[in-house]
């Protein structure tokens, strides 16, 4: 096929709330308000207050236009169409002045003929897209009864009753920029025949072999015969280098099509192929997939692999585990919301970033959670690529949606359109209705009254559309009707219900209960659970100015969508931890205070498998600079959450915990198909490092469990001190045992693979007579063979057990090997700084740099 890419420079039409006439040119593939923002329309809406002024830019229409020439022969000699990714959202395409399709869903693909249209030399194309938030009103105003949705701080009504991004009108994270724009590609298709629609696999395993069938659909202008050509190739990395592309198997035919839709079904026979593993479980090995039409040909990645979901009755009520080539999975993760709330700012390097730093993290699976959108093409690719597990949402949250007509269909096409634009992606391994839907039956006044109607709403829409189109098109692909849900078939709210189906607890952050709530539930599959804390004082520095660098400031609550979240944060913090001396220490400590609230949960539910069997908590990454629930902050910079989650996600793993019983259980993980050897130190430690029980032994961690090492009383623990320091445990000279000692853990691997640190606090940190420690910090460069310096070591140490150290680079984005760490006297702990992936020359970076920008935190520090 020939292509002529529209991609570039367009121009950018409308009129502002006064009727002044705006033009500025905008980049394609992209959105407006990332064109207003370019040519200084409106102000950048993430710094400041500004979002509140550009609230305007959703309010009316915008028309989209660019000009391209054509040849004389392109126009006479072939068939065209044109050929949009997706259209945000309710637009008219126009060519040469003439209406050439209609669009109301961004979720589905544009594709439309031109060829009557089209003239020779210059031409026109305009897309109109009309204020969503005016045709979201207009709709609801026509509307039998009320549809609600969930309502956040800055809110644009009736998004339900918008095929968009929902997070786009505002969330409890995101601005309400209710963008307009063309995404993807864009482009006009020249054809001699006609064009393939899809390509779509399935595959199954055979008792010799397997089977790739393969569907093709292709739309003809014309009837005859055509020539139809498949090949699949061994994945790439099978080869050596020089080699040339090794066929599996090929075939190539003459084949007769009508004017309009054929379909074509052929089944090729896949000896032994490579199976593609999740991350930690072995290859992503990749097929190579190429179908020729005519002069049309798509190409695409193929896995092998089983997939099943097992959800069978068990002791505990019904399991939910995912099962990967007949192993059972430990699912561990997060959430992922959009990238940006700004599309032109989603570029691939930060689909990389954000992918690389959850497999950093031990991540082996990410939620696409359906407030967002289906993702592009990258993330699928990448995930597919890194073997990275998909749980893909369809994009409808938090909300009742409508079940008439108008709705439906539309909301066909798009679940049409994207399980066959997705369903190849080996790692996406469920479909999942919706986010809370279910769950927000219960959420509004009208649907309380009357749940029948609006059960019956929601059953049409998700089982009626959504679920029967998944069964039809992608029948070995598991569904789940709705996050939380018990699974298929049951309409109960799942959100407190933690023997069955997946579960949100929010109890911890909504209802503002202890994180020792955490230890009351061990959830078959726990798909949200969160905490918030403050971004980094860097990037509060890009958003909020001197004068507002205080957590009660307006521009810090405005960069706060949770109505009472910084309440929450500080009320949490009084509980647990002393009041921070100042605003850096605050911005610390709410890190500190999130990661402690996650690892008590994931500490104690990672112990419980194979009862639990999946942790994904909420949420990965934020749409712009924000106080959320987010492990990377806008930007890309490692929260302390991040950090603790590379330690508490890795596959070998000690726990420690008290959940209520007057007992400290420590308990080895071990996800690896390997039984693994090490040894358990444990300490019995005072805040000034002395050490009043100590103990090492050998310990053997099944594969693919976890299992009980120690259990110590808290009551031995207590006589310990007595022996060894005297006293009675209720002196009268200061306080409890419990607040003066902790419990220091490590598993060192045998094998020289690494070792965990883990400790415990026998009462909550504000309690504890934590003393002053005077931290010792080096840094020099470490540089390749060009002399290029391409990350930096920090040697830090310590005088008195330091806790929750924590190194912040300030200006300098990068990662650190290790952070959030238990830091005890007489050990040294050698850190890497790797500065993002970026090579600096000596002369653009240097030690004193980093020095100077180096800042440490650690728990005593945080307060006189
Ligand atoms: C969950 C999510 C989001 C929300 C988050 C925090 O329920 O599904 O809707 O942002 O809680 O409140």
């Not at 992209?30 to 040519?39: H, K, M, P, Q, T």
């Not at 007509?405 to 399980?419: A, Y």
């Not at 950090?643 to 420590?666: D, W």
């Amino acid at each position: 096929m020939r292509k002529i890419d529209l991609s570039g420079v367009w121009r950018l039409e409308g009129k502002d709330e006064r009727g002044v006439s705006v033009k500025v040119p905008i980049v394609i593939p992209g959105d407006n308000y990332s064109a207003l923002i370019e040519n200084r329309v409106i102000e950048d809406p993430f710094i400041d207050k500004n979002e509140a002024k550009s609230l305007w830019v959703g309010r009316v229409d915008w028309l989209f236009r660019c000009f391209f020439t054509l040849e004389s022969e392109s126009v006479s000699e072939y068939f065209s169409f044109i050929h949009f990714d997706s259209i945000d959202t309710i637009a008219e395409v126009f060519v040469n002045g003439e209406r050439v399709v209609d669009t109301r869903n961004m979720f589905v693909r544009v594709r439309a003929d031109v060829k009557r249209f089209l003239v020779a030399g210059r031409n026109e194309l305009k897309v109109l897209i009309r204020s969503p938030q005016q045709y979201a009103m207009q709709m609801a105003s026509r509307l039998p009864y009320s549809i609600p949705h969930s309502v956040y701080p800055v809110q644009s009504p009736h998004r339900n009753l918008v095929r968009k991004v929902q997070s786009h009108s505002g969330w409890d994270w995101a601005p309400s920029l209710m963008v307009s724009g063309l995404y993807g590609s864009v482009y006009l298709g020249f054809v001699r025949n006609g064009r393939i629609e899809y390509v779509t696999t399935e595959l199954a395993k055979r008792e010799s072999h397997w089977e790739l069938e393969i569907k093709i659909e292709f739309y003809s202008y014309v009837s005859g015969s055509i020539s139809l050509g498949i090949i699949l190739l061994e994945p790439q990395s099978f080869l050596a280098e020089g080699d040339k592309d090794r066929v599996v198997v090929a075939l190539s035919e003459i084949v007769s099509v009508e004017e309009g839709l054929n379909v074509f079904n052929r089944t090729l026979e896949v000896k032994n192929p490579e199976l593609w593993w999740p991350v930690g479980y072995g290859d992503q090995p990749l097929y190579s997939l190429r179908v020729e039409v005519g002069d049309d040909s798509v190409e695409k990645q193929i896995g092998f692999r089983e997939l099943e979901l097992l959800s069978r009755d068990d002791a505990w009520g019904r399991s939910m585990t995912f099962v990967i080539n007949g192993r059972k999975i430990f699912a561990k993760g997060a959430n992922w919301i959009p990238v940006d709330a700004l599309p032109s700012r989603q570029t691939n390097e930060r689909y990389e970033y954000l992918i690389n730093s959850a497999l950093r993290a031990n991540f082996n699976m990410l939620r696409v959670w359906g407030g967002g959108q289906y993702e592009r093409d990258v993330f699928y690719e990448l995930c597919d690529r890194k073997g990275l597990l998909v749980w893909q949402d369809f994009m409808f949250s938090c909300a009742l949606y409508p079940s008439e007509d108008w709705f439906l269909q539309n909301v066909k096409q798009e679940i049409v359109h994207q399980i066959k634009r997705l369903k190849d992606h080996v790692s996406i391994v469920l479909w999942c209705g919706n986010n809370e839907n279910l769950g927000a039956l219960n959420w509004f006044e009208v649907s309380r009254k009357n749940r029948d109607r609006y059960l019956v709403d929601y059953d049409r829409l998700n089982e009626g559309i959504v679920g029967r189109v998944v069964k039809d098109l992608d029948p070995s692909r598991p569904w789940w009707p709705s996050s939380p849900s018990a699974g298929p078939g049951d309409y109960t709210d799942n959100f407190h219900d933690d023997s069955k189906g997946d579960m949100h607890y929010w109890s911890v952050w909504h209802e503002g209960r202890d994180f020792e709530a955490y230890y009351e539930v061990i959830p078959r599959f726990s798909s949200e659970f969160g905490f918030q804390s403050f971004p980094s004082f860097q990037t509060i520095k890009e958003f909020a100015r001197v004068d507002q660098w205080n957590i009660t400031s307006p521009v810090m609550e405005y960069h706060q969508r949770h109505p009472r979240g910084n309440s929450i944060i500080l009320e949490t913090m009084a509980r647990y931890f002393r009041i921070p001396s100042g605003f850096k220490e605050f911005l610390y400590l709410s890190q500190v205070q999130q990661a402690l609230a996650i690892k008590t949960a994931v500490d104690y539910w990672r112990a419980k498998r194979p009862r639990c069997m999946g942790v994904l908590y909420w949420q990965l990454n934020d749409v712009w600079p924000v106080s959320s629930w987010s492990s990377v902050e806008y930007g890309g910079r490692w929260k302390l959450l991040h950090y603790a989650a590379r330690r508490f996600y890795s596959p070998l793993y000690v726990s420690v915990f008290q959940s209520g019983k007057k007992v400290v259980e420590i308990v080895g993980i071990n996800d690896t198909m390997e039984e693994v050897t090490g040894r358990l130190r444990i300490r019995f430690m005072d805040f000034f490092g002395g050490v009043l029980y100590e103990d090492e032994e050998s310990v053997t961690l099944p594969s693919e469990g976890s299992l009980l090492l120690r259990e110590l009383s808290i009551e031995a623990l207590l006589h310990f001190y007595e022996a060894k320091v005297g006293g009675s445990r209720n002196d009268d000279s200061g306080g409890k045992i419990e607040e003066k000692t902790f419990l220091c853990v490590d598993l060192l691997i045998e094998g020289g693979s690494g070792s965990i640190r883990n400790h415990l606090f026998l009462s909550r940190p504000k309690n504890c007579e934590i003393e002053k420690s005077l931290l010792q910090v080096e840094t020099g460069p470490v540089t390749d063979s060009y002399g290029n310096v391409t990350s930096y070591t920090i040697k830090l140490s310590t005088d008195k057990p330091a806790f929750y150290v924590a190194l912040d680079s300030g200006e300098f984005p990068g990662i650190f090997s290790d952070n959030f760490i238990t830091l005890l006297p007489g050990e040294e702990r050698i850190i890497e700084f790797d500065l993002d992936g970026r090579v600096f020359s000596d002369s653009d970076f240097s030690t004193t740099d980093l020095m100077d920008e180096l800042t440490i935190f650690h728990l005593r520090g945080s307060y006189r």
